[in-house]
């Protein structure tokens, strides 16, 4: 499958699902706000069937008061007896106004009694119908002398009955303050605690009363919040799914990149190795054709040039091969070391003394300023040593063709540890490049033709062991300008 192909099936794919997760989102929200205002409204009704009450009941309390009214019924008495019982009933007294509006009731169901009779009983219904009328647009709009404290005796009981009606009693903790029109708490509930108080409701009692008699009801609920969501809790799922599927999608189409990289990785290790391992393979399969080829007549000369062939080829392809087993060795089981107590300065120096006659030859130079004064590390000579030999190595090989190789090898002590660098004036590392030059089978190419040869293990085995010393590594390059490998290792306390 193409690279563009899919590319197009994951951004596809992962839109879709970021569409689907935005929708959730917003779906989840759009809830929650509906939940917010049904609640809101839930509770503004209740306080206001709340203050609603407290007035009825206040005007029914003083209508009583101001009339002399008992709270009695009226007996169910047949109609003639009470009707002439009326007769003798004073009409000034308010219990002749349920009399006479029971009577005036009962008569329009029958008509067979005196007509007299009915128009006294009128004339009583009318007379006191219109004093409790009065009375009652007195009590209205007069304004009362109680206080707010006795006005809302009965406050808590309402709301928890309103509430409860509204759907929100039991399931929900509120507390209550009221202010009077100073500011002056007037009451509060018994267990009041002012957590969550953000989710505070007014509602002003007594709105038809005198600005400095009315009070104002505060109510808050704690667990609001929760209540809101306890409602739609259904839908955290499905979002937390949709994510994890997301993040399931995102991992397979980078694992399958990944894949697809060190596979192309391989293929171009195993297209390096038989290149590696071709050149030398030929040049010992001709030296030993000629030396068997008994038509040439061989001078010892010959011979001797022809072994040396065949042993030199023989170590460079052993030294090939010794690469790859020590990176299956490191991968299988970690790699097998023999510390010991190692001067840094002095192994670098016969690294650099290795080196030196192959770098001035080509008319480069190698420069060494190892300044540390304490270089005495614990570590394994030999694999420290390859890794001086495979930086020095890489240096020679991408050394830039129009100026002459500079080499410079330098040790500082910082505290704890000694730092190592090594820096070169060759062709640098592209920025793209740098990040991965020490994986396993990475090697910086220009298309399908790579600069140089090498199968791409180099820097990897150089990690490996300095991240066995307890070191770090990191390069450092402007592509052009050369590169800088910078070691850090622990010195021996």
């Known amino acids: 499958m193409k690279k563009s192909t899919i590319w197009f099936i ?67 008495t047949t109609l003639p007896d009470t009707a002439l019982a009326l007769t003798d009933v004073n009409f000034d007294s308010i219990d002749t106004y349920h009399i006479s509006s029971f009577l005036f009731d009962s008569y329009n169901k029958n008509r067979k009694y005196d007509e007299q009779l009915r128009e006294k009983v009128l004339e009583s219904f009318l007379h006191h119908k219109g004093i409790v009328d009065e009375e009652i647009y007195s009590i209205l709009y007069e304004p009362t002398g109680r206080p707010l404290k006795e006005r809302i005796k009965p406050l808590e009981g309402e709301l928890n009955r309103a509430f409860s009606n509204n759907g929100i009693g039991g399931n929900i903790s509120w507390h209550y303050y009221v202010l009077d029109a100073k500011g002056d708490t007037v009451d509060v509930c018994k267990d009041y605690n002012p957590e969550g108080e953000e989710y505070t409701f007014t509602h002003v009692l007594f709105p038809d009363d005198p600005a400095t008699q009315r009070g104002v009801l505060y109510v808050h609920f704690p667990g609001m919040k929760r209540f809101v969501y306890s409602g739609i809790k259904f839908i955290v799922p499905a979002i937390l799914f949709t994510f994890l599927l997301l993040c399931m999608f995102i991992f397979t189409i980078y694992s399958f990149f990944r894949q697809k990289r060190l596979s192309e990785m391989k293929n171009d290790f195993i297209n390096n190795m038989t290149h590696e391992f071709k050149t030398p393979i030929s040049s010992i399969s001709l030296a030993s054709q000629m030396l068997c080829d008994t038509s040439i007549k061989k001078s010892d000369e010959m011979y001797k040039h022809l072994s040396t062939i065949i042993t030199d080829e023989t170590k460079r392809l052993r030294f090939q091969v010794e690469k790859v087993l020590q990176m299956s060795m490191f991968d299988e089981k970690g790699g097998t070391f023999q510390l010991d107590e190692i001067s840094l300065n002095k192994m670098l120096e016969d690294v650099a003394t290795t080196f030196r006659l192959n770098v001035e030859s080509n008319g480069g130079k190698i420069i060494t300023h190892l300044n540390a004064q304490n270089d005495t590390i614990y570590g394994d000579k030999m694999h420290l040593t390859n890794v001086a030999f495979n930086l020095l190595d890489n240096a020679i090989k991408y050394k830039h063709p129009n100026r002459a190789l500079e080499i410079e090898i330098e040790t500082k002590c910082h505290g704890d540890k000694i730092t190592l660098k090594i820096k070169d004036n060759g062709i640098g590392i592209k920025r793209d490049d740098l990040r991965k030059v020490f994986e396993k089978f990475y090697r910086a190419h220009t298309g399908n033709r790579h600069d140089v040869k090498g199968f791409g293990l180099g820097l990897a085995y150089v990690r490996k062991v300095v991240s066995y010393h307890r070191g770090n590594i990191h390069a450092e390059s402007n592509n052009g300008n050369g590169t800088t490998f910078v070691i850090s290792l622990p010195l021996l306390k």
């Open 10 to 76: 994951a951004v596809l794919m992962g839109g879709s699902f970021i569409a689907l997760l935005y929708l959730q989102f917003r779906y989840f929200n759009e809830v929650v706000e509906m939940r917010k205002d049904q609640f809101s409204e839930s509770v503004h009704r209740s306080l206001y069937i709340t203050s609603r009450i407290l007035e009825l009941r206040e005007t029914n309390e003083m209508l009583r008061e101001r009339l002399g009214v008992e709270d009695r019924k009226v007996e169910n």
